[in-house]
């Protein structure tokens, strides 16, 4: 098809400028381009492409492995320029029309079979190579960003000077506010961490930075704990455990962080599963978790109940129902004989009657105290 190959050639230039007019009018993405672009990185793509055609017209044959690793080249360049999948493709297909109907208007009908044969073998190699490439370049940014998005958070959470920060967010595109909520989650079961990444951006509608391997995560002005902590849970069919802190500027970021470290240590260790605190949700826990004599004398109130673990139990459930005699023996599934019985039982090996306010008070002390004094904190992301 020699013939054909020097009826196509003298018509590169302008094919390559009309597939070019063709994207920018037809393709959103290359609509937006400027002309400097469309007339170089653009047209160098096509009139390279354009070229394998044409010498598979010369030599009658299918692609080469080393055309093909210049249409991989090509299709990761254009990736890490950010041009979309989606709009390569729409131009490769808009190249193979606009040569196909150049083809028809100078082949022979003879010629057409085998030409049109040529072209969609080339189209059968060229496309999935494309494809593989933009995948492939796309995983290489993501993961480039997402380096650069955990540097931006840990310079953050270090308290690096603002042109440090500044810079950061500059070349990974994230804008750093001036107030900030520091959230510390764990989840049960846990997720992969890109559909963590993924159900946090799409909730914020904006970037979030995180630490998936820490648990860490850095809300803007904007976005609540509680909201972002239920649209995970629901997003991604988890329990969510969360402590939250605020940072009124970047500088007190990492201030933040150390409280919501402490908050969720604390209520990891006096057994919270779910829901999410701030300090102020747990200030009596926080204080009597301060190491002291104090904490182990507490937790000495309830000894004499250790070798009755069920008498524990009641007392727990008697506790977080509130006093509530009728829902614990409903949550204990015993009959309120039953818990009156174990109640008195509780009294008398305690010397403390949870019917006296004061005794009451002492109990729930020592039940926290005694959560704190026998589970040791808790390390790592759930």
């Not at 249409?71 to 299709?75: Q, R």
């Not at 496309?127 to 940014?141: G, N, S």
């Given at each position: ?32 381009l400027?002309?400097?672009v469309?007339?170089g990185?653009?047209?160098e793509s ?5 070229g394998?055609l ?7 044959e299918t692609?080469?492995p080393?055309d093909l690793?210049w ?5 990761a360049?254009?990736?890490?320029d ?5 709009a390569a ?9 606009t040569?196909?109907r150049?083809?028809s208007?100078?082949?022979a009908?003879a010629e ?10 080339g189209?059968?190699?060229m ?15 993501r993961?480039e960003s997402a380096?650069?998005?955990?540097e931006?958070l840990?310079a953050l ?12 967010a500059?070349d990974?595109?994230v804008?750093?506010?001036?107030r900030h909520?520091?959230l ?7 997720p992969p961490d890109r559909?963590?990444q ?7 509608g ?7 391997a ?7 002005d904007?976005?609540t704990?509680?909201a972002?902590?239920?649209g995970?849970g629901?997003a991604l069919?988890?329990?969510?455990l969360?402590?939250a802190?605020?940072?009124?500027t970047?500088a007190?970021i990492?201030?933040?962080a150390?409280?919501?470290?402490e ?23 926080y ?10 004398r507490l ?5 004499p109940?250790?070798?009755h673990?069920?008498?524990l139990?009641?007392?727990?459930s008697?506790?977080a129902?509130?006093h509530?005699r009728?829902q614990?023996?409903?949550?204990l599934h ?6 009156d ?11 403390l009657?949870?019917?006296v306010?004061?005794h009451?008070?002492l ?6 105290a005694t959560a704190l004094?026998?589970r040791?904190?808790?390390?790592g992301?759930?």
């Open positions: 098809m020699r013939d054909l190959h020097d009826r196509m050639a003298p018509r590169l230039a302008e094919l390559t400028g009309e597939i070019v007019a063709g994207c920018a009018s037809d393709v959103p993405f290359y609509r937006g400027p002309a400097e469309l007339d990185p653009v047209r096509v009139g390279t492409v354009l394998l044409l010498r598979m017209l010369r030599d009658e692609l080469r080393g690793t249409v991989v080249e090509l299709s360049r254009r990736a890490r950010h041009v979309p999948l989606e493709l729409a131009a490769y297909l808009i190249g193979a029309r040569w196909w150049t083809l208007a100078v082949a009908p057409l079979p085998a030409a049109g044969a040529l072209l969609l073998d189209l059968a190699g496309m999935p190579a494309v494809v593989v490439a933009h995948l492939q370049a796309q995983e290489d940014l993961g380096r650069a998005r955990r931006l840990a959470l270090h308290g690096q000077p603002f042109h440090v920060v500044a810079a950061l500059q990974v595109r804008e750093v506010g001036q909520t520091v510390l989650v764990r989840f049960a079961p846990r559909l963590v993924v159900a946090l951006d799409a909730h914020a904006t970037p979030v930075l995180a630490d998936h820490a648990g860490i995560v850095l809300l803007p904007g976005v704990a509680a972002m902590a239920a995970l629901e069919s988890s329990t969510v969360a402590a802190a605020a940072a009124d970047p007190g990492p201030a933040a150390a409280e919501a470290r908050v969720m240590d604390l209520v990891t260790r006096i057994g919270r599963t779910s829901g999410v605190y701030r300090l102020d949700d747990v200030l009596v826990e204080q009597l978790s301060r190491p002291g004599p104090g904490l182990q937790a000495a109130k309830l000894d109940l250790r070798g673990p069920y008498l139990d009641t007392l727990r008697f506790v129902h509130g509530n009728r614990t023996a409903l949550d015993i009959h309120r004989n039953t818990l019985y174990r109640l008195h039982r509780i009294t008398t090996m305690t010397g009657d949870p019917a306010p004061e009451a008070r109990l729930d002390a020592a039940l926290t004094h026998d040791p904190p808790e390390a992301p759930g």
